[in-house]
């Protein structure tokens, strides 16, 4: 049972992830073919799989533990389990790619800081499910949910496309499919100026 001094944490914990997982999905669906379907990047796959992860996640554990009279951790465990399954299947997804030592760190980074946060939180909530009295665990798996929740804000946010600077920049997992889609996307501008259309390189005949 969630100490009283908890709920308005944990309901605005829920309602923020409802509302962002729904924001995901509309971001998804305006392009699906570019980030979840076969033809997808692997890359931009495990990024959205990973954001979602991530706010299902926070969502999930924070409804729960708004259920009154309830050991919260004997509930969430096995949904943490779930999400640790998820995140290695998506790091033997992503790490058998061969692309290079630098592409291979960004893909690690995206892979080892969900599988930390995770494991964290896996390991309060069992302590939590062992002795529910114990705030500090509480405490301890309150502040990871924050973390989770910058985790998934994050991955989101690169979803966009947006350019972002400095080491988090580079770490970016989409940092080397968002620079190949620039590049063919100037290429092909390149190409399109080059050559100008059947009409205007016909030569006209002079008026009769």
Known sequence: MVPPEFTNFF????????????????AVSIAPEQIVTRRAPLERQAVAGSAFTALTNVFFISLVALIPHLNIGTFIVPFICLCLVTTLI???QLLR???????FLRRTFLVVLSLVLYGL?????????????QVGDLYGLIF???????LGLIRAWELLGVHRY????????????????????AGNS???A???KTDEAAPHSPPQ
């Open 11 to 26: 309901i605005a914990s829920t309602s923020a992830g409802a509302a962002l997982v729904g924001l995901l999905f509309v």
């Open 90 to 92: 998506q790091a033997w």
């Open 97 to 103: 790619l061969r692309k290079g030592w630098q592409s």
């Open 121 to 133: 939180e896996l390991l309060n909530a069992f302590h939590f499910s062992l002795d529910p009295l």
């Open 144 to 150: 990871l949910l924050v973390g989770v929740f910058a």
């Open 166 to 185: 400095g080491l988090f920049g580079w770490l970016n997992p989409l940092h080397d499919v968002n620079e190949a889609e620039s590049f063919s996307q």
């Open 190 to 192: 390149h190409s399109a």
């Open 194 to 196: 080059e050559y100008p």
